[in-house]
Each structure stands twice: as structure tokens, then as C-alpha cells.
């Protein structure tokens, strides 16, 4: 196998060669933006980042290297380059959400996160694309273009995280951060093969993170082990004064117990996440991962969650409910695009929406407002509420019956073909039915690659109580380190 690039490397590895000076982080930036620049020169583009940053980014990383040759100690995350999402705002880069009505526009102000990652050390390399104001599950309703999955540049990346995804998959970047809805990191994970984390909802602030749907957004971890997603939950994650949403609970570190194993852990199995008509492939790799868990010491035990039918209805009864609040703001006279020839304001609130959103937002927006109208509202919105309780609830009472943590599928499919499900957004929605009730529920969990099916990796999907990520990890990495399997050269 080839020597892996600077930007394949882990953080701990990339850590421990910065620090010893093996490593400059001037080459690791030199490495980072040559290897996005080959990924939009070979073959169809792969179009994983919208921007990238200055030199204002050259300036930090010379200062760096002095600080490093000095012998100073710096942050955790000191000098490895990280890609940011195009929904979370940063300083000096463009902020867009993949939408035109967004295009060109900087935030004033920066997204707790990308402060936290900045205070570590790091180096913001730009922003990753995604689908419109994260709605849609391959990053093909970007207005910037659709990502192109690095293991075969015919087939999405999954989504809305697909530009982070592939970004860490290509090698692009080590690091990268998402955000997830109903499944936007983790199924993103499992089409290009990497780890995915979506923390319990208030574990990460969202101060900065524009909102997609309010109740189930959560920012997490794109990388390429279950350490370096444990490393970055410990930056990013905390209390935040400017998120009334985001919980005063402690931030262990993540990474410290992830070796202390997992005899006697019980894994839940529900059996509605392995339907019969399950991709034989996918159930078939799912269960030698189960096994592997019980090899491991672990306990299985066969559980139900009666309500997961629902979860799809409900949760985009509520997602587009929230987005059509949300999105209201967009509205020609305060940011963003306006159309200047429209003749009233009238006009520009429809002539400048009409222009500036793709069609699967403007799909959302009229479910979502439809949903929240006057007389549909309870039978609607306020039913899906109901029923997301009672698929929180199934989980509760899985974990009161000593359940630890719950092994599923991440996706019913693998990466599906650019173009494929544009025009069917039912089967499009479908994507999401393995993911969508741990936003409902709040709950922390994780996708990591467990095998492949013809050349196209396949992701299992790891869910546990809420606020217990070490448990998560813990297994997470058990599971990681009994698969072990080396991962195909891109080029290959």
C-alpha cells in the first residue's frame, strides 16, 4: 500500500509529528490544499469544499511552526487543518448553506465551535458543500453543485454532511464537522467509509449553526477513527451562554476510556431495523458485526421498538414544520439575495425566494407550512409530536431494562447513483429511516464502517442513552478495532 498523505494521518498521529517536529504544519497545509485541488482536477470533480480560506491561514500556520520550533505548548488541536460545514458560520469566509439566496454572505460573527476548534489550535481549511440548508440526504440539491462520493465519483456521498464526508474519505482533510438533522452525519459516513458522530442534542452548542429545524439540529464529528471523533467531541464539546439549548453537564474525556472494554455491555438488536427485505449484504455484514460485539465480551439481547414506523412521518411533519419558521427570515430585505427589479414588497418577498431557493427547500417549506396552517396544526404537527415522544420513549424503556447501547444499520442501501432518487423524493426520505428517530429522541450516536459491498463501503450504526458518548465510544472503538480491516486505496 501506498504511504498515506499528511491529510490521511489521525490527529494523534499528526500530534505526535508536529511535535516532534517530524512534521511542519506548513507542509501539512501545502499537503491539505494540493489534495483538494488533484480532487477537482481528476475526472468529474469531486466538489467537497464551496471555499477555501486565505492567507490569513498561511499567516497562522507560520506562526505555528515558530511557537512549535520554540518548544511552546499549544492547544489539542495545534496545526491540523479541519473542514467546517457551510452552514456554520466562521470569520472571513463565506457562509451559504449550498443556497444562492445565501451566496457571497459572510457572518459577522463566528459559531461557538469553529472559536473552540481556533482556541485548540486549529486550522480552519474552508467550507465543505452540502445540500441546501441541509435538506436532503445526498448533496445533490447543492446551488453550488452536487459532492461526488470519492469511492466512485458516479454515486453520492449520502448527505447533508457530503462535502465533510468526502472531504475526510478523499483525504482532503483530516478532521471535519457536520451537522445532523436526521441522519446528516451518520449517513454520510457510512457511503464514503468513515466515523460520523451526532452527540446527544445539547451536548455541542449550536450558537452559529444555521437552523435547519431547531428541536433536532446537532453539530458532530466527520473523521477517520472512533478516537479522533472521541479527540473532537472533547473540544467542541460544553455549556454555551449563547445557546439556551446546550446542557451544563461535565465533558469527560472522550478518548481516555476508549481501551477499557466492553465485557459485559449489552447491545440491544431491535428487530425493526432488520426488516426482510433488508439488503442481504448490508443485513449480512450487520450481523457479523453483532457477533464481533459478543466475541468482545459484550451481551446481546433481542429488543423491540414498536413506534419506529412512524419515525419517518414524524419526523418530517416536524423537520419542515421548523424549517418553514426558520427559513421565513430569508426574505429578500434583510441578507442575502433580493431581486432588485420586483415593484412591491410583496414582490420581493416572492420574486427573491422564488430565486434564491432550490426546489427540495421550496418543497419543505410548503409541507412545512401546510402542517403549522390553521386547522391541520394539531392533526399534524401536534401529532408528530406525540408519536416522537413515544418513539423517545421506546428507548427509554430498552435502557431501563439494562440495555447499554443499540446496534442497527446506518442506511437500508449503499451509495446510491448521482441522479438516481432526484425526482422520487419518497425514496430520497427513505435513506434516513435508520437515523431519523435518534433526533427525535435526542439521543447520541455513531456510524464507523464495518465492510464493503462491491468496492462501496457500508456503516453500522452504534445509539445509547442520552449524554453517555463515552459508552457509545467505547463500544464504537471495541467494534472498530475488532474489525480492522485495511481500507482500499481511493485510486484503486
Known sequence: METRRLTELTIGELRDGLRSRRVRAADLLEAALRAIADSQAEGPALNAFISLAGDELAEQVEALDRALDGGEELGSLAGIPVAIKDNICTRGLPTTCGSKILEGYVSPYEATVVRKL???????????????????????????????????RERVPGGSSGGSAAAVAAGLAPIALGSDTGGSIRQPASFCGVVGLKPTYGRVSRYGLVAFASSLDQIGPLTRTVEDAALLLSVIGGVDRFDSTSADVPVPDFSGQLDVGIEGVVVGVPREYFPDDLDHGIAGLCRAAVERLAGLGAELRQISLPHTDYAIPAYYLVANAEASSNLARYDGVRYGLRVPSAASTAAVYRESRGAGFGAEVKRRIMLGTYGLSAGYYDEYYGRAQRVRRLIAQDFEQAFAQGVDVVFTPTSPTVAFRLGERVDDPLQMYLSDVFTVTVNLARLPAISIPIGWIEGLPVGGQLLARRFDELTLLRVASALERSIAASRPDLGA
Do not use: V, Y
Open 118 to 152: 481556533r482556541a485548540a489550535g486549529a486550522l480552519i481549511l474552508g467550507k465543505t458543500n452540502l445540500d441546501e440548508f441541509s435538506m436532503g440526504s445526498s448533496t445533490e440539491n447543492s446551488g453550488f453543485g452536487p459532492t461526488r462520493n470519492p469511492w466512485d
